[in-house]
Nanobody, 121 residues
Framework: QVQLVESGGGLVQAGGSLRLSCTAS????????VGWYFQAPGKRRQLVASIPEGDRTYYRGSAQGRFIISRDNAKNTMYLQMNDLKPEDTGVYYC???????????????WGQGTQVTVSS
């Protein structure tokens, strides 16, 4: 059954903003680590931002200062606010929720269906 549902992707001009959302089933969201992954065409999927625990956040270098990851546990939803978008941000974004005994991105984790982000120059 579908456990993570993403929304918010689309086409935007360089310099613009998008906000991605990912709503999870309550049973898998809980206080588990969450993250957003990015996959450019022809490239492997890579972690862009995460909330590994508590209020701590991690950002990949290219996302630092431009993207903001957040979560609303009451709504079982995570977000990725993307600002100052660049053409190289074009690709598919996947939300991910860790699941014991694995961490983010592991075979035990849960994935969203992916949402396309296209940034035009």
């Amino acid at each position: 059954q579908v456990q993570l549902v993403e929304s918010g992707g689309g086409l935007v001009q360089a310099g613009g903003s998008l906000r991605l959302s990912c709503t999870a089933s309550p049973t898998i969201f809980r206080n588990n680590a969450v993250g957003w992954y990015f996959q450019a065409p022809g490239k492997r999927r890579q972690l862009v931002a995460s909330i590994p625990e508590g209020d701590r956040t991690y950002y990949r270098g290219s996302a630092q200062g431009r993207f903001i990851i957040s979560r609303d546990n009451a709504k079982n939803t995570m977000y990725l606010q993307m600002n100052d978008l660049k053409p190289e941000d074009t690709g598919v974004y996947y939300c991910n929720v860790a699941n014991y005994p694995g961490g983010l991105g592991s075979d035990y984790s849960f994935w969203g269906q992916g949402t396309q982000v296209t940034v035009s120059s």
